[in-house]
């Protein structure tokens, strides 16, 4: 494969990493005798996930937007209460605080990091709760967020679904809120297929979501239930897949990081494409994002795809998502712009220079086309 010619094979924009470990150890566990549901391997997957980013706890659930509704059940939140989260999100969060019966009031982002502007903040005395969302792995401004949430006794819940591994002034992301909530599904650093994590250092949550994503109870095979649960539970067949995944997370955020710097250095310079500001020494980025002219993203994505390769837009700001049609009459600028000129590059682990080259040549070519003068020459 050439940087000058065709692909011929379609180039996803991100894909799951297996290595083979996932088919041994679950060959080996199935070999075992287990039982499939939640137990000992999800207790030691749990673990790890605690471990790898240094919270007392991790609890694992069916899947990141359940992680999210759960801790504002875990608070008691609920409706007649309201929830701040960003405009710019995947939908997942403010469906999830739809889900207790709260109200999601959005908020405009800043530019540098997409993450909340934690200047514009529209708190009332309803506000019981704010989501940080650390898109692509960048915290933004949480530090002050956090110290605006002590100072007026809101709840701060991190939705770090893109940012496991990711960190803010030396300090993990999904840490610095009561409770942090991850995604695993396929395209995330790690992955089960689907799932969600939720992490905390209070014992006091850490048991009520426990009995929450499990009918109410603390154990399984008692039927006493203290309080209202649900049926949120993990599996060991997904714990298994995470334990061969997390087991190698070293050379996977080695891996994003490398991809993420062969972008901007190719990219970098290249009138049409702009890069938000990345750390790489604290973030591990989900994707390779860039900024493109709103008027030109369409063109580009269908560029690419005829050259058989992948991208994806940024999500649409929340406010103009016709699901929340009519849902604030409030103005998000950043949010709005930003949300039409963002494109996702592909960003598999398991992509291969040749494969970058190709597409930052592509890249190149559509923003500045070789084109031939009329004597047949090169210019």
């Given at each position: 494969m050439t940087p000058n010619k065709k692909n011929s094979q379609f180039i996803n924009q991100v894909e799951?990493?297996?290595?083979?470990?996932?088919?041994?150890?679950?060959?080996?566990?199935?070999?075992s005798g287990g039982w499939l549901a939640e137990f000992a391997q999800t207790k030691e997957f749990?673990?790890?996930?605690?471990?790898?980013?240094?919270?007392?706890?991790?609890?694992?659930?069916?899947?990141?937007?359940?992680?999210?509704?759960?801790c504002l059940m875990a608070l008691g939140i609920g409706r007649g209460?309201?929830?701040?989260?960003?405009?710019?999100?995947?939908?997942a969060t403010p469906n999830a605080v739809l889900m207790t019966g709260a109200k999601p009031v959005f908020a405009d982002i800043e530019s540098n990091s997409l993450c909340l502007d934690v200047n514009k903040l529209p708190i009332?005395?309803?506000?019981?709760?704010?989501?940080?969302?650390?898109?692509?792995?960048?915290?933004?401004?949480?530090?002050?967020?956090?110290?605006?949430?002590?100072?007026?006794?809101?709840?701060?819940?991190?939705?770090s679904c893109q940012s496991f591994t990711s960190k803010r002034g030396g300090r993990f992301l999904g840490t610095f809120g009561e409770m942090g909530c991850f995604s695993l599904t396929f395209h995330k650093i790690i992955t089960t297929g689907n799932g969600g994590v939720i992490?905390?250092?209070?014992?006091?949550?850490?048991?009520?979501?426990?009995?929450?994503?499990?009918?109410?109870?603390?154990?399984?095979?008692?039927?006493?239930?203290?309080?209202?649960?649900?049926?949120?539970?993990?599996?060991?067949?997904?714990?298994?897949?995470?334990?061969?995944?997390?087991?190698?997370?070293?050379?996977?955020?080695?891996?994003?990081?490398?991809?993420?710097?062969?972008y901007k250095d190719r990219l970098t310079g290249v009138g049409g494409v702009e890069f938000i500001k990345t750390d790489l020494a604290e973030t591990t980025p989900l994707f390779a994002d860039i900024l493109v002219p709103i008027n030109l993203r369409s063109k580009l994505m269908d560029y690419l795809k005829k050259n058989n390769i992948g991208s994806r837009a940024f999500y649409p700001s929340i406010n103009s998502q016709p699901a929340y049609k009519g849902f604030t009459k409030a103005k998000f600028s950043v949010s709005d712009a930003l949300s039409q000129r963002g494109l996702w590059l592909p960003s598999s682990l398991t992509l291969k220079e040749s494969d970058l080259e190709y597409i930052c040549d592509k890249i190149k070519t559509f923003f500045h086309p070789v084109r031939s003068s009329p004597n047949g020459s090169i210019r």
């Open positions: 799951p990493w297996l290595t083979g470990k996932e088919s041994q150890l679950m060959g080996k566990y199935l070999r749990e673990q790890k996930f605690a471990d790898t980013i240094g919270a007392k706890y991790a609890i694992a659930t069916n899947n990141g937007t359940v992680a999210l509704s759960v209460d309201e929830v701040i989260v960003p405009d710019y999100t995947m939908i009332t005395k309803k506000t019981k709760a704010i989501m940080h969302v650390s898109i692509n792995g960048r915290g933004g401004d949480i530090v002050k967020l956090k110290k605006i949430c002590e100072s007026k006794k809101i709840h701060l819940i991190e939705d992490v905390t250092n209070s014992k006091d949550l850490y048991t009520k979501i426990k009995s929450l994503k499990n009918f109410g109870r603390f154990d399984g095979g008692a039927d006493y239930h203290e309080t209202v649960g649900y049926n949120f539970k993990f599996s060991d067949l997904q714990a298994v897949i995470g334990l061969a995944q997390i087991s190698n997370i070293s050379e996977r955020i080695k891996r994003k990081k490398a991809l993420y710097k062969f």
